[in-house]
């Protein structure tokens, strides 16, 4: 059996993305999804993102990361999906949903801009930030330590208007760069400094800009078609 499949990256995040809508899927089994997630033996990515249909957002999106486990959110996933969804409908504006809400993204000149919905500051001690994003963030100030429950944000720098982070994921190790914990990392900021303003948040991969507008935030830049192809099941 062979699988049609498109590989995608933001800022070195990278993901291959299977359409269920249109293409028959095998069953996503744990050897499957690791295998396929392999940089070694598979196409290789941080995480595998699976299209389904829905009965109100133009697509429902499964996210699993490298070693098979879920995750709820990817704002990096949701810009890259966003991007393929309004390329083949020729709409302007697609909406994707997730295990807990639905999102919209779109084209703007800076790129790929998704509505991220809400966030939620849980906890706050002088040496992180504790912030859910359909995803549970924990955002270092000071003192890094293991948290294997959470995605980790690890701030060097930050001011008014920048950050600059690295990332460790659930599932996936370290990473290049993560939409949803550049989120929770402006979040923290914001809760710190006890006012908002829009950030460039740096990670290793390049840059995105978080915005919040109302309760919900706003996540934008560049995403990139990397090639597609046909992955053989074997």
Same mark, same amino acid.
């Given at each position: 059996?062979?699988?049609?499949?498109?590989?995608?990256?933001?800022?070195?995040?990278?993901? &291959?993305?299977?359409? *269920?809508?249109?293409?028959?899927?095998? &069953?996503?089994?744990?050897?499957?999804?690791?295998?396929?997630?392999?940089?070694?033996?598979?196409?290789?990515?941080?995480?595998?993102?699976?299209?389904?249909?829905?009965?109100?957002?133009?697509?429902?999106?499964?996210?699993?990361?490298?070693?098979? *486990?879920? $995750?709820?959110?990817?704002?990096?996933?949701?810009?890259?999906?966003?991007?393929?969804?309004?390329?083949?409908?020729?709409?302007?504006?697609?909406?994707?949903?997730?295990?807990?809400?639905?999102?919209? $993204?779109?084209?703007?000149?800076?790129?790929?801009?998704?509505?991220?919905?809400?966030?939620?500051?849980?906890?706050?001690?002088?040496?992180?930030?504790?912030?859910?994003?359909?995803?549970?963030?924990?955002?270092?100030?000071?003192?890094?330590?293991?948290?294997?429950?959470?995605?980790?944000?690890?701030?060097?720098?930050?001011?008014? *208007?920048?950050?600059?982070?690295?990332?460790?994921?659930?599932?996936?190790?370290?990473?290049?760069?993560?939409?949803?914990? $550049?989120? $929770?990392?402006?979040?923290?900021?914001?809760?710190?400094?006890?006012?908002? *303003?829009?950030?460039?948040?740096?990670?290793?991969?390049?840059?995105?800009?978080?915005?919040?507008?109302?309760?919900?935030?706003?996540?934008?830049?560049?995403?990139?078609? &990397?090639?597609?192809?046909?992955?053989?099941?074997?």
């Amino acid at each position: 059996m062979t699988v049609p499949f498109v590989k995608m990256q933001a800022q070195g995040n990278d993901f &291959v993305i299977l359409d *269920s809508i249109h293409d028959t899927l095998p &069953v996503l089994t744990q050897a499957f999804i690791t295998k396929i997630c392999d940089r070694h033996v598979g196409i290789g990515c941080d995480q595998l993102l699976v299209l389904q249909p829905h009965h109100t957002a133009d697509a429902l999106m499964l996210i699993y990361n490298a070693d098979a *486990s879920k $995750a709820a959110n990817c704002g990096n996933g949701l810009r890259c999906v966003g991007d393929l969804l309004m390329r083949q409908t020729g709409k302007p504006q697609v909406s994707i949903a997730l295990a807990d809400r639905i999102v919209s $993204a779109e084209h703007i000149a800076d790129g790929v801009q998704v509505m991220m919905g809400d966030f939620v500051v849980e906890q706050v001690t002088k040496d992180y930030t504790d912030v859910l994003v359909g995803n549970p963030h924990r955002v270092y100030f000071n003192h890094v330590q293991t948290c294997p429950e959470r995605n980790v944000e690890i701030i060097s720098d930050y001011d008014e *208007s920048h950050a600059a982070i690295r990332i460790i994921e659930r599932g996936a190790g370290e990473t290049l760069a993560c939409g949803s914990g $550049a989120c $929770a990392t402006a979040a923290a900021i914001w809760q710190r400094q006890g006012h908002v *303003s829009p950030l460039v948040i740096q990670m290793p991969g390049g840059n995105v800009k978080v915005h919040q507008l109302g309760t919900e935030l706003l996540l934008t830049g560049i995403v990139t078609y &990397v090639f597609d192809g046909q992955y053989v099941c074997v």
